[in-house]
């Protein structure tokens, strides 16, 4: 008997296996890092077959041969061999402008032993990068670490960064109240942008339907199925804007229905051009708890702009205290506030919340 079952996604598509009937996540390259150069094909040809060469080159691909490159030239840098317990994984992306930029991930342990440490880089291959990124991720820099939510004994992100040498306090500075509600409408879609709308909707055994579920991320994804349902569409970025553009893509003229908290900033639902898909059920609220004993850090990192919004109210930052914050709707609630200079998450879960505090 167990748990769970690793497989091998290249075996799973090749043997085109059905496992439609078990629960199945598949694990990105961003948080389950490859070592450097996986699965990437090299061939060695005569350096005078110009005729062979001029066929391979066809089949060569310039993004990926690039995005290896940063990979390799990383590695090299740690002198390692195949027991390394170093991985990297490179993606090529293009900014607004159309300028390529690298996006980097990378997970190092100095030893096998060791907790690993989590690291997200983003570059336009400036000079001097590559022994940058390398000297940061090979150095550890234990300090204090303070997160707007409560901490539990199996919290990976504090387990690491404890294993790391971190101070890690943390504590939610907002409380919720559910808010009752009646019939739910019929609607093509249920949407929900956090954990706490899915539990404060469903806890009140509400039907549904055949409505779609949609989730704004892989959390809250995991609510609903902690509830026997599973979601049609999960978002993959920090983006809350380009989620909701991508989800109003999606359902094309369908109504949706957004649980969420009395006051949302509704991000979302103001990507929809016809506002007549949208409706809103307010399903719980937040409440401020006091913040005045919080411990200074050297970092802070706010998990929503509730937490930030009830931190300020009391408390300023200091000027050498660097912020992290968990969204792009946390970051706008911070700069509104007169802190400009923050950090981003490169994702929503354990992995991109390690990541923004090893890698400052």
Not at 319 to 348: C, F, N, R, W
Request: aromatic share 12%; hydrophobic share 40%.
């Amino acid at each position: 008997m167990y748990d769970a079952i690793f497989l091998a996604a290249a075996a799973v598509n090749r043997l085109n296996l059905d496992v439609s009937a078990f629960h199945a996540v598949k694990l990105s390259s961003q948080e389950f890092m490859p070592a450097p150069a996986q699965g990437v094909l090299a061939l060695q040809v005569r350096e005078n077959d110009a005729a062979l060469l001029t066929v391979l080159k066809a089949l060569n691909h310039l993004d990926v041969e690039e995005a290896v490159g940063v990979e390799r030239k990383i590695f090299s840098l740690f002198r390692g061999g195949c027991n390394l317990p170093l991985g990297i994984y490179c993606e090529k992306h293009a900014d607004e402008s159309d300028k390529p930029f690298f996006k980097i991930f990378a997970a190092y342990s100095p030893e096998v032993k060791d907790y690993p440490r989590y690291y997200y880089f983003q570059t336009a291959l400036p000079t001097g990068w590559d022994k940058k990124l390398s000297d940061r991720i090979r150095l550890n820099k234990p300090c204090s670490v303070f997160i707007t939510r409560d901490i539990k004994d199996d919290d990976f992100f504090s387990r690491s960064l404890k294993a790391n040498g971190y101070k890690v306090n943390g504590r939610s500075f907002i409380e919720f109240k559910p808010i009752p509600f009646g019939t739910v409408p019929a609607t093509d879609w249920i949407f929900f942008s956090s954990k706490h709308a899915v539990t404060y909707f469903f806890d009140r055994k509400p039907e549904t339907g055949n409505a779609k579920l949609g989730a704004i991320g892989k959390s809250t994804a995991e609510a609903l199925r902690s509830y026997g349902r599973r979601a049609d569409f999960i978002g993959a970025s920090t983006d809350t804007r380009l989620i909701g553009k991508q989800f109003a893509s999606l359902i094309k003229s369908g109504r949706a229905l957004f649980p969420q908290a009395k006051d949302s900033m509704r991000t979302v639902q103001q990507q929809f051009v016809n506002k007549e898909q949208v409706l809103d059920l307010s399903v719980y609220e937040t409440i401020s708890k006091p913040v005045e004993d919080t411990p200074y850090s050297d970092i802070i990192l706010f998990t929503s702009p509730s937490n930030a919004e009830a931190f300020l109210e009391k408390k300023r930052l200091k000027s050498e205290q660097k912020i992290i914050a968990m969204g792009d709707a946390t970051a706008h609630t911070l700069k509104k506030a007169g802190y400009p200079s923050v950090y981003h998450v490169p994702s929503y879960d354990e992995i991109g919340l390690l990541m923004a505090v090893y890698s400052i």
